[in-house]
C-alpha cells in the first residue's frame, strides 16, 4: 500500500499495490505504484473492492500456493473483472 504513486513506502514491485489518489486509489498488479494500474476505485468503494478481490482470491488458491503467486496466475484481466463488478 502506498499513499501516492511516487512509491516512497514501498518502491519494490508486488503482486498486488493499492495506490492512493486525489480522490480514488489505483490496483497495480505485478509492479510499483507508478505503473499502470488495472483498476481504480474511488474511496468510498474500498471495502467493496477490497473484499471482491478477497474473495476471488479465496476462491481461486490452490493447496500450498501463496496470496501472491495466485495474484500473479489470475492476471490482470480476472482481478480487474473482480475489482471493477458491481460498479456502474
Given amino acids: 500500500m ?5 512509491g516512497c513506502a514501498h518502491p519494490q514491485p508486488s503482486a498486488l499495490v493499492l495506490a492512493g489518489a486525489s480522490t480514488q486509489f489505483s490496483l497495480v498488479s505485478g509492479g510499483r ?6 483498476a481504480t476505485a474511488d474511496f468510498a468503494d474500498t471495502n467493496a473492492t477490497l473484499r471482491r ?3 476471488l482470491i479465496i476462491a481461486e488458491r490452490r493447496p500450498n500456493e501463496t496470496s501472491a503467486a495466485c495474484i500473479t496466475r489470475l ?12 460498479r456502474p
Fill in 2 to 6: 502506498s499513499g501516492c504513486a511516487k
Fill in 33 to 38: 505504484p507508478g505503473d499502470l494500474p488495472f
Fill in 53 to 55: 478481490l478477497a474473495d
Fill in 75 to 86: 492476471g490482470q484481466d480476472r482481478l480487474r473483472a473482480a475489482a471493477t463488478s458491481g
